[in-house]
């Protein structure tokens, strides 16, 4: 440190400073547009300003050490310590804050002033907060130290250039098709404008040696004069490069930088300082910096896996567990449920579907896995699976078909057949009304039913023509056995709802009746009569001198006689 004393000079103005100080009155400031106008304050800047010139005067090379260039910072504890500087202390507001400071760049033998003061705090009484802050915005930078000494400003301690990349866009998960950075330099002693900087994107973060170089693109860099004028008045020299783009190939990348030549506008070259895992870097070498990583994902999920399910009713329901499955474009007489699962990616997947048809999404592909659906007739399901950075699968169909409505009840009609031969076709027959006897052979036909996804017949026969084995497909039924024969016939549509039965009674008799018995009777008039009761009998073939009725009996049948 250096340890000279005050001279009488700059005794003098310390103890005006003091009565600078000292002579302010300042009401309480509430706000930070109302701060910036009191003159009290500027004032106050002014005195900041004062006492960081003597205390640079007179502690240089606490500040730069030998250094001709660089840029550091003097805290208010700094002047406070020198007894160069006293707080406002006015209406319970202080400026004793790491919010007050100046920053010094020193370039040869000119030197630069920037005064910050902060002072107040916010204060709530009564549930009403009060903000007496003078300069919200002033703090030294992060990168700032406790100590004054030359790496308190932007950069190194060697020439204060910093080299600085846009992090927004870095990360390690799989969000984004492409990334993009920029690439920043500062510095408080300017930058030469000949600077060149080249990058290569990898896939290791140390693959310095066997990158391929480009070189990297900045806006146009001031001349160092202009430079010099800026950086005297605090205005530290950026240059941000040209936006720089990953790779569009799924992977895991890292923006290699290699410092071909940074130097300052006083000749002081660039040196590697940087610490891995500050700034998003990740590795650094000699001249050469590596930042990372950038994670990008062009690569589609895989297809999911879509299945259907029977549901019991039709209450919506978020879990298939427990549930039969249902295949496909295949009609089914309940309400079914679809879900899509199974599609992998790098990063988390999200399903939609897209519903067309009997159920209907008017908005285009909605964000869910599973989809109820209770609407009778065909739905079309579409589902996909898209990654956070957009990819999407391809799209796998599902076809639901649903009916809960019966066929409607078919008409059954009987027709005489010429023979017992079986036939397939009633055309050219007559038909015979059901429940009626007839002396040949009858086939029985069901037509009519109707159902929005068609019908299959089924027939049943009982008593005289009998199928054991129940219902039989079929839309016709020959009859040939004797007897009474009782066909009912149903249909049953593709989901598997059953119309109602109609019945035909079929009744069959092939076989004469017995011969009759015929005995004649004497009556004692004209008079006709329906009963022989009490008559006497006659033989067949004589002669009789009255009136004869003849009555026939004992004919006998299975289905009677007439």
């Not at 071909?260 to 300082?273: A, E, H, P, R, V």
């Not at 990063?347 to 159920?359: E, P, R």
């Not at 285009?364 to 990819?391: H, P, Q, W, Y």
Request: include cysteine.
């Amino acid at each position: 440190m250096n340890k000279k004393g005050f001279t009488l000079t700059e005794l003098l103005v310390v103890i005006v400073i003091m009565g600078i100080v000292s002579g302010l009155s300042i009401p309480l400031i509430r706000g930070v547009s109302q701060a910036f106008e009191n003159k009290k304050y500027k004032n106050y800047v002014k005195a900041v300003l004062a006492a960081a010139k003597i205390y640079n005067d007179s502690y240089e090379e606490d500040l730069f050490g030998r250094k001709e260039y660089g840029c550091s910072y003097i805290t208010y504890e700094k002047l406070e310590e020198k007894d160069l500087i006293k707080d406002i202390e006015i209406d319970n507001i202080s400026c004793a804050t790491n919010k007050t400071y100046v920053k010094v760049i020193k370039l040869g033998e000119k030197y630069g002033y920037s005064g910050f003061i902060g002072c107040g705090e916010e204060v709530v009484e009564n549930g009403v907060t009060t903000v007496n802050v003078i300069d919200k915005h002033s703090k030294i930078p992060d990168d700032a130290v406790d100590t004054i000494d030359t790496t308190a400003c932007t950069g190194s301690a060697e020439n204060n250039i910093s080299i600085k990349i846009d992090k927004s866009q870095v990360g390690n998960t799989f969000d984004k098709k492409k990334r993009s950075t920029k690439i920043t330099l500062e510095s408080g002693t300017g930058i030469d404008p000949n600077a060149s900087l080249k990058y290569a994107w990898s896939t290791t973060p140390d693959g310095f040696g066997s990158a391929t170089y480009n070189s990297v693109s900045f806006s146009s860099i001031a001349s160092a004069s202009n430079q010099e004028t800026n950086l005297l008045k605090g205005i530290s020299t950026t240059v941000t490069s040209s936006k720089i783009e990953t790779p569009t190939e799924t992977g895991t990348y890292y923006l290699l930088v290699r410092v071909d030549s940074l130097n300052d506008i006083y000749g002081g070259s660039w040196k590697n300082t940087l610490e891995v895992g500050k700034g998003k870097v990740v590795a650094t070498s000699n001249n050469y910096i590596s930042y990372g990583p950038f994670a990008i994902d062009n690569s589609a999920p895989t297809t999911p896996t879509v299945t259907g399910y029977k549901k019991t009713s039709s209450a919506d329901v978020s879990s298939v567990e427990g549930l039969s499955t249902l295949a496909t474009n295949t009609w089914y007489s309940g309400w079914a449920v679809v879900q899509a699962t199974g599609s992998t990616d790098n990063s988390t997947v999200n399903y939609y579907y897209k519903a067309t048809g009997a159920t209907t999404n008017t908005d285009g592909f909605v964000k869910n896995s599973i989809r109820n659906v209770d609407a009778e007739g065909t739905s079309t399901l579409k589902f996909k699976a898209c990654d956070l950075a957009g990819n999407c699968s391809s799209e796998v169909t599902f076809t639901v078909k649903l009916d809960r409505t019966a066929p409607s009840a078919p008409t059954v009609t009987g027709y005489k057949k010429t023979s017992s031969t079986d036939v397939t076709s009633v055309s050219g027959l007559n038909t015979i009304a059901t429940n009626t006897w007839y002396s040949g052979w009858i086939v029985v036909k069901a037509t009519g039913s109707t159902d929005t996804n068609g019908v299959t017949y089924y027939y049943s026969a009982t008593e005289a023509t009998t199928d054991t084995d129940g219902f039989v497909t079929g839309d016709i039924r020959n009859v040939d056995a004797e007897g009474t024969s009782t066909i009912k016939f149903k249909t049953k549509d593709a989901a598997g709802n059953w119309s109602s039965e109609v019945t035909y009674t079929a009744k069959l008799d092939r076989t004469a009746p017995s011969a009759p018995t015929v005995t004649g009777y004497k009556k004692t008039s004209s008079a006709d009569v329906t009963s022989v009761s009490g008559l006497n009998t006659i033989a067949s073939n004589t002669w009789h001198g009255g009136w004869v009725v003849v009555k026939a009996t004992g004919s006998t049948d299975t289905n009677g006689v007439t």
